[in-house]
């Protein structure tokens, strides 16, 4: 296992479009977390995982948006009726506990066209 | 809201100087402190953390902590056109979630 890894690495999809994006942790690692990065922009927490267990949301995950981490293994983020809005780098890292930083994956970018 | 602030420059300095980054945080109890580098087009790597008031030194890496005047900066001796990237600070959250700054584009000229 070499780092965390994400798929797809690009996503291109018409507004209105449903898309699901995956995650895989480094495997010793019980948090995983979602990031949102525009451009110029730091990445935006929108939520995290410890274990199968989802902690906490940001208020920028609206009701469109879906994340699971079934058997507290990968993660999946859903993101219903996509807007043009939603454009942005998807951020994926994992972290055993709190205390060193995260590992970030190599993200996915999303395009709504 | 809890805020991290960071100039977004670009910062530009010589091959062979020292380049400085500042970073201001808005909550008072905010614990852990990091600094992630981040090339055009890719994800951010973490470089350095830092808990404790005082320095903490890595390589040719400095973190510096002063929690009363809620400020965290890093220091990059002998600067190389290769360390030329966005660099984020980050800190942490009570979940253990981080909160990131915008970041400071960092150019360094050979």
């Known amino acids: 296992d070499t780092g965390v890894s994400q798929n797809p690495r690009h996503k291109i999809t018409k507004r209105g479009q449903n898309v699901t994006f995956r995650c895989d942790p480094i495997?010793?690692?019980?948090?995983l977390y979602w990031y949102r990065q525009t451009l110029g922009q730091g990445p935006e927490f929108l939520t995290y995982?410890?274990?199968?267990?989802?902690?906490?949301k940001s208020r920028l995950l609206s009701d469109r948006f879906s994340a699971e981490r079934p058997k507290g293994s990968f993660s999946t983020l859903e993101i219903q009726r996509t807007e043009q809005g939603d454009s942005a780098m998807y951020l994926c890292?994992?972290?055993?506990?709190?205390?060193?930083?995260?590992?970030f994956g190599s993200g996915t970018r999303l395009t709504v066209v | 809201q809890k805020e991290v602030e960071q100039n977004s420059g670009p910062l530009s300095v010589p091959e062979g100087a020292i380049a400085s980054l500042n970073c201001t945080y808005s909550?008072?109890?905010?614990?852990?402190f990091f600094w992630y580098r981040q090339y055009s087009g890719k994800s951010p790597e973490l470089i350095m953390f830092?808990?404790?008031?005082g320095d903490k030194e890595d390589g040719r890496f400095t973190a510096q902590l002063n929690k009363a005047s809620q400020y965290v900066s890093l220091l990059i001796r002998d600067s190389q056109p290769s360390d030329s990237a966005t660099y984020l600070c980050?800190?942490?959250?009570?979940?253990?979630?981080?909160?990131f700054g915008k970041g400071t584009k960092l150019s360094v000229k050979p």
């Open positions: 890292a994992s972290s055993l506990g709190t205390g060193n930083g995260y590992t």
């Open positions: 495997s010793e690692h019980n948090r």
């Open positions: 995982f410890q274990n199968e267990a989802q902690l906490e």
């Open positions: 909550d008072r109890g905010s614990q852990s």
């Open positions: 830092i808990y404790s008031n």
């Open positions: 980050a800190v942490g959250g009570s979940q253990g979630n981080l909160i």
